[in-house]
């Protein structure tokens, strides 16, 4: 049973910085790719940024543009999302997820991931 648990979201300014975890327990961690998604009110899930199990290969969304940086320590089995430069638009649920299988090492398509966290808000104000 894989348990993802997001954490780390809350109220920011617009320009501000937050980062966020993702604890995994209960399942094989270290050999699958990791993603966070996100989800605004009244919109469809869009893909945010994925890591490789090795951690050398990652890739975001587009409107990323450099602000976002994710990350994993395996030896805590934690993924991470630093959030820098946050815009009102960035107002979301974040949600992490596991990758289903081992191969492809990546994937952006949240049909690609089988386990997901219960997502954590974050709120950037204006």
């Known amino acids: 049973q894989v348990q993802l648990v997001e954490s780390g979201g809350g109220l920011v300014q617009a320009g501000g910085s937050l980062r966020l975890s993702c604890a995994a327990s209960?399942?094989?961690?270290?050999?699958?790719?990791m993603g966070w998604f996100r989800q605004a009110p009244e919109k469809e899930r869009e893909f945010v940024a994925t890591?490789?199990?090795?951690?050398?290969?990652?890739y975001y969304g587009d409107f990323v543009k450099g602000r976002f940086t994710i990350s994993r320590d395996n030896a805590k089995n934690t993924v991470y999302l630093q959030m820098n430069s946050l815009k009102p638009e960035d107002t979301a649920v974040y949600y992490c997820?596991?990758?289903?299988?081992?191969?492809?090492?990546?994937?952006?398509?949240?049909?690609?991931?089988?386990?997901w966290g219960q997502g954590t808000q974050v709120t950037v104000s204006s």
């Open positions: 890591i490789s199990w090795g951690g050398a290969l990652t």
């Open positions: 997820a596991r990758k289903t299988s081992s191969s492809p090492l990546w994937a952006k398509d949240q049909s690609e991931y089988s386990y």
């Open positions: 209960g399942g094989t961690f270290s050999n699958y790719a």
